[in-house]
């Protein structure tokens, strides 16, 4: 008989977590506060369009999300697309992303072209993120690329995502996006992003078949209150005033909540999880009757909007209808956090007329705002030192979420790793 075991959580990681454990023989019982497994990656009705609330891709080097598909029978499903990326700046629209468009771009000089092309050519290349944990980065690339590159191309990147956290972020970090994005070439000209057939819902669906299918349990609207802690060991979980045994606990919420559900810590784990600093985001998702650009992602430097870019997610999964990812990031406790959805979608509206000026009143079919107020971990030089283990000094208690995967970036094929070494440790 197999070990019975609370899994915190029904994100990506929640829900790899439980998968390894059922398939090794043991009885997961994930705890979800939302009513919908997924996390960040849950679809949502879009007035009859089933999509995530928060814009996902894949790249050609998330080994462990195409592992998973492959063992679930969804290989087939996985589509791959050559995707554009652009630029708005100085009021037009430019290409990027490759040799061609850098050399093309309007408003940067010979030299920091040169300059900029090397780093990203050179942090394709590196392999050892070591030597760049404990430095900081805004300072690691204005030294590379310069200064008139990095105002020109990084610096809003930067401020409108990061605010207050902009010149304490972990070079190590942003060198894995950089080279993510880089790895999805097939060539210098060319990217390729890819897309799951039914968007991030299909693979939601099967894991959570599969667990159930192996006697694993998914509760839905079932908030843990507490996990309960007694001589350095866990007893259980208690879920609304009822309290419930189990022999182990695995959390994969958001470390800020896990002050507030697991009290009885050591007061140093508790300060170590309390330090750990988060970025909102809200998310305006758009509907159109016409395409915005030709590009799926694009980079903007413009005075008079808030944001770093915006994803045309039709761009890269054809939906019959043109769909726009806007996202706000900012720190959850920033005023602009608190103002009503209709301040963004009014933004939003601006934003896009100003890109495409052909668009009028009549082509914005909806607009929908999202909120997530521990979107994105802030990764500081040095960042997995300042964490707690993932193994807890209590016998019988892992706790992780987006932040564990430093320096790689939160997403769907680090969630689904991470989730399966966890399962694998906890049960040796």
Same mark, same amino acid.
């Given at each position: ?213 192996? /006697?694993? !349990? =998914?509760?839905?609207?079932?908030? @843990?209150?507490?996990? &309960? %802690? *007694?001589?350095?060991?866990?007893? /259980?979980? !208690? =879920?609304?005033?009822?309290?419930? @045994?189990?022999?182990? &606990? %695995? *959390? ?177």
């Amino acid at each position: 008989m197999g070990q019975r075991i609370a899994v915190l959580g029904a994100g990506p990681m929640g829900l790899a977590t439980a998968y390894q454990l059922a398939k090794d023989g043991h009885q997961p019982v994930i705890f979800e506060a939302d009513d919908r497994v997924g996390g960040m990656t849950a679809t949502f009705d879009f007035s009859g369009l089933s999509i995530e609330r928060y814009y996902h891709f894949h790249c050609t080097s998330d080994t462990d999300f195409f592992a998973l598909l492959e063992e679930l029978g969804l290989a087939g499903k996985m589509h791959w697309v050559e995707t554009k990326m652009g630029y708005w700046f100085q009021n037009r629209l430019q290409p990027w992303g490759n040799p061609v468009a850098l050399l093309k771009f309007r408003g940067l000089s010979p030299i920091a072209k040169f300059r900029y092309g090397l780093h990203a050519f050179l942090c394709t290349k590196r392999k050892d993120w070591k030597p760049l944990d404990n430095i900081e980065a805004s300072g690691w690339i204005k030294k590379w690329v310069g200064a008139e590159a990095y105002e020109i191309l990084w610096r809003r990147l930067f401020d409108y995502k990061f605010y207050d956290y902009a010149d304490n972020l972990s070079a190590a970090w942003i060198w894995s996006r950089i080279r993510r994005i880089g790895q999805s070439r097939y060539d210098l000209f060319h990217e390729k992003l890819g897309y799951l057939e039914g968007g991030s819902g299909t693979l939601l669906q099967a894991m959570r078949g599969a667990i159930e299918a192996h /006697g694993g !349990e =998914v509760r839905l609207k079932s908030k @843990a209150d507490k996990v &309960v %802690i *007694s001589e350095g060991k866990v007893l /259980g979980v !208690e =879920v609304e005033g009822r309290f419930e @045994a189990f022999d182990k &606990v %695995i *959390s994969t919420i958001p470390l800020p909540y896990v002050p507030q559900l697991m009290p009885d810590l050591p007061p140093d784990i508790l300060r170590r999880f309390q330090s750990v600093n988060n970025i909102a985001v809200v998310c305006v998702i758009v509907k159109l009757r016409q395409a915005l650009t030709e590009y799926f992602w694009l980079n903007i430097n413009d005075p008079d909007m808030d944001i770093p870019g915006l994803v045309e997610y039709t761009n890269l999964r054809p939906l019959g209808q043109h769909i726009v990812y806007v996202p706000f990031y900012m720190p959850g406790g920033h005023a602009k956090f608190a103002d009503p959805d209709q301040v963004f979608l009014d933004k939003v509206r601006g934003y896009l007329q100003k890109i495409n000026p052909t668009l009028c009143a009549e082509d914005f079919i909806e607009l929908r705002a999202s909120r997530y107020r521990f979107a994105q971990p802030v990764c500081e030089p040095g960042h997995l030192d300042k964490l707690p283990p993932v193994a807890l000094p209590i016998r019988g208690l892992w706790v992780a979420d987006t932040s564990y995967y430093y320096p790689e970036d939160r997403g769907i094929s680090e969630s689904i790793g991470f989730g399966q070494k966890m399962a694998l440790q906890a049960v040796r």
